[in-house]
């Protein structure tokens, strides 16, 4: 039996993305959960992770929703509001972007996120903002102040296969470059699958290669269950048009964990 933390991310970015979570959390199968506190439906999504007894994390957001702080050079627009993935990837690669004002988003989502929902668990970023040039030179030390253990380093594990894609690529280059700050910080990490899985029609069938080939460690999964939404629709347009019921459809089922041989568990069960 493997042992896996399904990690769901985007809790409060939308009511559907909620309901979508707390299916997956009443399978069993999802036992913590990444919070937006740029979303739209923050107060509900920590409504629904203490009542399923989820692990919280922040899921860091500097490509959706307004800015905590007021405008980031390079980042927003004059009213706070994040700027496009490509724009933002974009500044953060150049280093064209306020190092001093990303401190200090950083540092207020994580104290907004631990204000509502506790203590957190672990740090992730919406796109995988916690790995860009800049975001984490100040992210992984501010988690690790606040008492946060656990980040993810999204480069896919070898059980997932060959991951070519240039996102992929792309992902797995900021990962290698990041892992000395992440040891440095304090915090730890887990063998990490999800990109080859997320927001697929056959997720079903690629899940079950998946976890026939998991490490013998535990290892983090990164699942996006979800019901779209109106509201899902007009902040994440690109996000809203991906399939996402296959994947649902697993996580919520109470057999799946059986069915795979996976051990389901939260962070604060390693």
């Not at 069938?205 to 998946?210: K, S």
């Not at 983090?220 to 979800?226: G, K, L, N, Q, S």
């Amino acid at each position: 039996m493997r042992t896996v933390v399904f990690v769901a991310d985007d809790l409060g970015m939308t009511a559907g993305i909620n309901r979508g979570i707390a299916r997956a959390a009443a399978s069993g199968v999802v036992r913590e959960a990444s919070l937006c506190v740029t979303g739209l439906a923050v107060e509900d999504g920590v409504r629904i992770a203490r009542e399923h007894g989820l692990g919280v994390g922040l899921h860091l957001s500097l490509t959706l929703g307004k800015a905590l702080c007021g405008p980031i050079c390079g980042l927003t627009d004059a009213d706070g509001t994040f700027r496009p993935l490509p724009r933002v990837l974009l500044r953060t690669l150049l280093r064209a972007a306020d190092r001093q004002a990303i401190a200090r988003e950083v540092a207020a989502q994580l104290d907004s996120a631990q204000q509502l929902a506790g203590p957190l668990t672990h740090l992730n970023g919406h796109h995988h903002v916690h790995v860009m040039p800049i975001v984490r030179d100040v992210a992984f030390a501010a988690a690790a102040a606040a008492g946060v253990r656990w980040t993810r380093l999204p480069r896919e594990h070898r059980a997932a296969g060959r991951a070519l894609t240039p996102v992929a690529l792309l992902l797995a280059a900021q990962a290698r470059g990041d892992a000395a700050a992440v040891r440095d910080s304090g915090l730890a990490t887990l063998p990490f699958v999800g990109i080859t899985t997320e927001a697929r029609d056959d997720f079903a069938a690629r899940a079950q290669r998946i976890a026939a080939n998991l490490p013998d460690a535990p290892c983090e999964w990164m699942v996006h269950p979800r019901e779209p939404d109106a509201d899902m629709a007009a902040i994440d347009a690109m996000g809203y048009r991906r399939p996402h019921a296959a994947e649902l459809a697993f996580l919520a089922d109470p057999a799946t964990a059986a069915r795979h041989g996976l051990r389901c568990v939260r962070f604060a069960d390693l």
